[in-house]
């Protein structure tokens, strides 16, 4: 036997040893494992918790929010309908009351306007009824008219401009509300854990997001309305204009 086969041998001999050895190991591996219990996690169903009882965990601040938004709603869709119906107007609205009054028919002008139910009718119906006077008396009528109808389509518009504003202090109120509980639980219980204060966290970013959602709300509420009603004025403006001329180019 050569020096190369005594090698293989005994590598050949090591490697069957240790892969025994190894083989042992693994069983006696397996048999501990299977005489100790193993605690399998079970899946839990996830605790759900509903809007209003979230809503609910923002404590006493959150009733006046919940009425902030409650009027938001009411006075935006309220002002929307009215503002919509007041601006409506016929596209041939001025062509009908430009061929009453050339042909001389103003009782027929003037029902038209009022039959148009809008506050360009009402503008420009009011200044139908000044014809033979002075330009300046009737367009001075017609201004005032307008600002009547201006004062109408604003009216309670404040109200949202100032749940804008006060709707996130009420938040911020929440959020102090919040911080004081959490401090006053620790005081009581001499020791800062999750539990503590989480229940103060709940109350101050539940207070704190309500009341900017209904601020924001309000915010964009008031705004798109003044914008309608610019929208209004702007309409009232030209019309206004052009039955003066109708009136001018009639004389």
């Given at each position: ?22 083989e ?27 809007l ?59 029902n ?5 139910d ?44 100032i ?5 996130p ?21 001499d ?44 309409s ?16």
């Amino acid at each position: 036997m050569n020096v190369f086969q005594v090698i293989t041998q005994l590598a050949y001999t090591f490697f069957a040893k240790a892969a025994v050895q190894g083989e042992l190991i693994l069983n006696e591996a397996d048999s501990v494992a299977n005489s100790v219990p193993v605690d399998v996690p079970q899946q839990t169903s996830e605790a759900s918790i509903s809007l209003f009882d979230l809503l609910i965990k923002g404590g006493f601040v959150m009733v006046p929010i919940g009425i902030l938004s409650i009027l938001t709603i009411y006075l935006f869709i309220e002002r929307l309908f009215y503002i919509r119906s007041k601006m409506k107007t016929d596209k041939n609205f001025m062509s009908s009351v430009k061929d009453h009054i050339h042909n001389g028919n103003i009782s027929g002008a003037i029902n038209h306007c009022a039959n148009t139910d809008s506050a360009i009718g009402n503008i420009i119906g009011k200044g139908v009824k000044r014809i033979g006077k002075p330009i300046k008396e009737i367009e001075s009528s017609m201004e005032s008219i307008a600002n009547i109808e201006l004062m109408q389509m604003e009216r309670n518009l404040g109200y949202l401009g100032i749940i804008a504003g006060i709707a996130p202090m009420f938040g911020f109120i929440g959020t102090i509300s919040g911080i004081i509980r959490i401090f006053y639980n620790i005081s009581l219980s001499d020791n800062i854990s999750v539990g503590i204060i989480a229940g103060g966290l709940y109350e101050k970013m539940i207070t704190s997001g309500s009341g900017l959602i209904v601020g924001v709300l309000a915010y964009i509420a008031y705004h798109y309305l003044n914008s309608l009603i610019d929208r209004f004025t702007l309409s009232a403006e030209k019309t206004s204009v052009e039955f003066l001329d109708i009136l001018q180019d009639n004389q």
